[in-house]
């Protein structure tokens, strides 16, 4: 068998991926979302999808050409339509 090398590397807030994506770094496979950013009640949802939107955006700097991003949101305020149109505009 081939040998892999793997890089774990745990960002806990928005400035570890913006020095993250300062320092080049990029990686095949990140796993995203922040129960902290999730909307308690409906009228919290604008400011959620402004977080969640920086988050993905942030992630996807990092991620390799190919990769993977895995997000989601634990939210009952946040549709499904909601979470994918905020990753659209993310995606810009």
Known sequence: MGS???SRWKATRSSCCARGIDEGRLFDTIVGGSAGVSP????ALDGALRGYKDINLQAMKLL???GLLFTASCSFHLSRGMFFEMLSEAVG
């Open 4 to 6: 892999a090398t793997s």
């Open 40 to 43: 308690k009640t409906r009228g």
């Open 64 to 66: 390799a050409p190919g």
